[in-house]
Structures are given as structure tokens and as C-alpha cells.
């Protein structure tokens, strides 16, 4: 079983929308989660740390579920800027040579 | 305000040869780290640095070698580079606290 899962999509999304999609991850032990946002041949860059109680961030809604496992990003009203991949990072160890990234989750809003 | 830059942005070598990504940040953090990003492989940690002077292997860390003598700096090399280097080339750092991270532009490598 890989250590960080997701769909890789493409997800195809008519604007103003609402979106949600999972990332899975083995070790129960892993303390820290992210999302981030990766453009078209740029870098990635930081979306939001997801905490134990959820977090919200606008439009974004970042929760965590420990029992099952994953983490899940909500997008609502989604706008064509929102067109991207997003991928999530999981601690996985502890330290900071454990971040491990999933292969991200490929996000498409129509006009 | 550079924050975490890298260059070159794009190098083109030939097979054998050596070639050096540099990075640099002026943030003062003192975690920094390499990724390579690959189709179908996501991000991969190459090397990964926790001060000056200190650096540990990551996940693929063969055919590359990295230094950090200055906390700015985060060199990476590759000794004698080869057409699986081909990709792209990601520096990043870290603060203290959450382990949230800070990605350079990225250099794309390719290697003929």
C-alpha cells in the first residue's frame, strides 16, 4: 500500500461548483497535513495545514479524519483560477525527511 | 524580497558531464531540501538539510551530491549526470514550527 494516496482525476468541474477530493495515508502515527496548490509548471505552494478540528480558509475547508485515515479538501463556488493540482503532504515520520507528498489530484473548472 | 530562489531555471548537459543546481534563501531557515518532480512519481525527496553543515539522504539520493556550508545555501550536484536526471528540479525550506513548506521556482534539467 503506498504511504500517501490520491486520485489522480483529472476532476472536471463546471464553475461555481462545489468539489471535494481525499487523500489516504497508512501511517496512523503521522502527525502533520497539508494541501498545496501546484500550477502548470511552477512550484508548489502551500494551500493550508489541515488540524485535528478542520480549518477553513474562504472558499477551502481542510478536515481531517484519524480514524479512517485521510484527509479532504472542500472547494466551494469554484472559480477557473481554481484550475490546478493539488497535493497533499503527509508527515509520515516525524521529522522533517518524512513530508511525503502524494502525486496530487488534477483539478479542471469549465466555463 | 526573493524568499527562495533557484538557478539556473532551465540547464541542458550532456551525459557525463557534471552540473550544479544552486539554491538560495534568505529567510534563515534552517531546514532545506531537494525534490525531484517526475511523471507518475510526484515529488521525491533527493536530499534533505537541518543546518549548516548537516545533511541526510532521502529517498533517491543516488547520483547526487549535495553541501550546505552556509545556512543560505543548498547546493546540488550531479557528479556525473545521466538521461534518468532528466527532470524537474525543486529546492525548498522550512521555518520552524509546522513543517510547512517553501518551494523555489524549480530548475528544469535535461540531460542528452
Known amino acids: 500500500r503506498k504511504e500517501v494516496e490520491q486520485d489522480p482525476g483529472p476532476f472536471n468541474v463546471p464553475e461555481g461548483a462545489t468539489v471535494a477530493f481525499n487523500c489516504t495515508y497508512s501511517?496512523?502515527?503521522?502527525?502533520?497535513f497539508f494541501w498545496y496548490r501546484q500550477d502548470c509548471r511552477k512550484e508548489p505552494k502551500l494551500l493550508m495545514s489541515?488540524?485535528?478540528s478542520g480549518n477553513e480558509d474562504g472558499r477551502f475547508t481542510a478536515q481531517l479524519n484519524r480514524a479512517s485515515q485521510y484527509i479532504s479538501l472542500l472547494i466551494r463556488d469554484s472559480k477557473l483560477s481554481d484550475s490546478a493540482t493539488y497535493l497533499c503532504v503527509v508527515n509520515i515520520g516525524g521529522g522533517a525527511d518524512g513530508l511525503t507528498f502524494g502525486k496530487g489530484t488534477h483539478l479542471i473548472i469549465q466555463p | 524580497d526573493a524568499g527562495i530562489t533557484q538557478s539556473p531555471r532551465y540547464k541542458i548537459t550532456e551525459t557525463g558531464r557534471q552540473v550544479t543546481l544552486m539554491c538560495h534563501q534568505t529567510w534563515s531557515h534552517s531546514y532545506m531540501f531537494w525534490y525531484r518532480q517526475d511523471l507518475g512519481h510526484g515529488l521525491r525527496l533527493i536530499y534533505y538539510?537541518?543546518?549548516?553543515?548537516?545533511?541526510d539522504k532521502g529517498e533517491v539520493p543516488d547520483g547526487y551530491v549535495v553541501s550546505r556550508s552556509k545556512t543560505e545555501n543548498f547546493p546540488l550536484t550531479l557528479e556525473s549526470a545521466t538521461r534518468s536526471q532528466t527532470s524537474v528540479y525543486f529546492c525548498a525550506s522550512i521555518g520552524t514550527g509546522l513543517y510547512e513548506q517553501y518551494f523555489g521556482p524549480g530548475t528544469r534539467l535535461t540531460v542528452t
Open positions: 538539510s537541518a543546518a549548516a553543515d548537516i545533511t
Open positions: 489541515v488540524y485535528s
Open positions: 501511517n496512523s502515527a503521522s502527525q502533520s
